[in-house]
Nanobody, 121 residues
Framework: VQLQASGGGLVQPGGSLTLSCAVS????????MGWFRQVQGKQRELVAC?????GTYHADSARFTISRDDVKNTVELRMDSLKPDDTAVYYC??????????????????WGQGTQVTVSS
């Protein structure tokens, strides 16, 4: 399985950005797909995930939306009303176990390379 994240960049506070993760190897609905972010020196945190059955979790449901395109085999993270605190490297990841559980201690098995999001004026 290979995960390729894209869509990061520089955006002004209050702006929007959509990240995309292309999945190769198996269909995206075969996994729980998650978006994580990490600021240097801090622990990586889960931003959103979508289960194999389509259930979702969002750390901030008012601003972030995760979605999946089974035809394109991608998962996207739409981010609105961005704040400087959202600045981080964003990673997509795939979990092969507990496919219909959103939150679990079971680790994700595959990771993409990360894409930088910078929110600044």
């Amino acid at each position: 399985v290979q995960l390729q994240a894209s869509g990061g960049g520089l955006v002004q506070p209050g702006g929007s950005l959509t990240l995309s993760c292309a999945v190769s190897g198996r269909t995206v609905s075969s996994y729980v797909m998650g978006w994580f972010r990490q600021v240097q020196g801090k622990q990586r945190e889960l931003v959103a995930c979508i289960t194999s059955g389509g259930g979702t979790y969002h750390a901030d449901s008012a601003r972030f939306t995760i979605s999946r395109d089974d035809v394109k085999n991608t998962v996207e993270l739409r981010m609105d009303s961005l704040k400087p605190d959202d600045t981080a490297v964003y990673y997509c990841a795939a979990r092969t176990r507990q496919l219909n559980v959103v939150l679990t201690n079971t680790p994700y098995d595959y990771w993409g390379q990360g894409t930088q999001v910078t929110v600044s004026s």
